[in-house]
T-cell receptor, first 115, second 114 residues
Framework: AQTVTQSQPEMSVQEAETVTLSCTYD???????LFWYKQPPSRQMILVIR??????QNATENRFSVNFQKAAKSFSLKISDSQLGDTAMYFC????????????FGAGTRLAVHP | DTGVSQDPRHKITKRGQNVTFRCDPI?????LYWYRQTLGQGPEFLTY????????KSRLLSDRFSAERPKGSFSTLEIQRTEQGDSAMYLC????????????FGPGTRLTVL
């Protein structure tokens, strides 16, 4: 079974600074997908960025980028130019590329962006 | 595209009562998922449908839980004889089996069992 570890329960960053959230996972599959979702306080889960494991190039989405290291099973999220609206819980979630499509979520990292 | 919607947003019930939640996926999405999220934790998978077929159920889904997606559109999740341990946020997500098959989440139904 897949497991996901987010080793930073809480992090804080100043507005406009850069922060990196870590995620490691365990899987026996060779092809899969990886996702980062954010969940603002009392609001719904929103997709931040996704990565296909067979692609070596790291995904980028505006201020969000990932550092995907397949051999190390590491999938960190970098947020550049942090904004107050980035304050949220962030969840790392791998997903099988095969018939079982469930997301396996980590425990999350609570990020606070301060002015 | 109005996104995934869930109803009700909040439900307070007494222990032993039955409750039913509804999820309307994004139009044309053929896959629908239910997750449960307790306070301070990441969501845990409960079950998923492709069209009207329920293809996977978690061991978390006890006999008191049942989910349906009768016409491959909206889905319902029923909990019978609720227990205090059922108190959680119930999240619904939908996806389309194209490309990365990304799941998009609804706002959730927060259940409180007294």
């Amino acid at each position: 079974a897949q497991t996901v570890t987010q080793s930073q329960p809480e992090m804080s960053v100043q507005e406009a600074e850069t922060v990196t959230l870590s995620c490691t996972y365990d899987t026996s599959e060779s092809n899969y997908y990886l996702f980062w979702y954010k969940q603002p306080p009392s609001r719904q889960m929103i997709l931040v960025i996704r990565q296909e494991a067979y692609k070596q190039q790291n995904a980028t989405e505006n201020r969000f980028s990932v550092n995907f290291q397949k051999a190390a099973k590491s999938f960190s999220l970098k947020i550049s130019d942090s904004q107050l609206g980035d304050t949220a819980m962030y969840f790392c979630a791998p997903r099988s590329s095969g018939g079982y499509n469930k997301l396996i979520f980590g425990a999350g990292t609570r990020l606070a962006v301060h002015p | 595209d109005t996104g995934v919607s869930q109803d009700p947003r909040h439900k307070i019930t007494k222990r032993g009562q039955n409750v039913t939640f509804r999820c309307d996926p994004i139009s044309e999405h053929n896959r629908l998922y239910w997750y449960r999220q307790t306070l301070g934790q990441g969501p845990e998978f409960l079950t998923y449908f492709q069209n009207e077929a329920q293809l996977e159920k978690s061991r978390l889904l006890s006999d008191r839980f049942s989910a349906e997606r009768p016409k491959g559109s909206f889905s319902t999740l029923e909990i019978q004889r609720t227990e205090q341990g059922d108190s959680a946020m119930y999240l619904c997500a939908s996806s389309l089996t194209v490309g990365t098959d990304t799941q998009y989440f609804g706002p959730g139904t927060r259940l409180t069992v007294l």
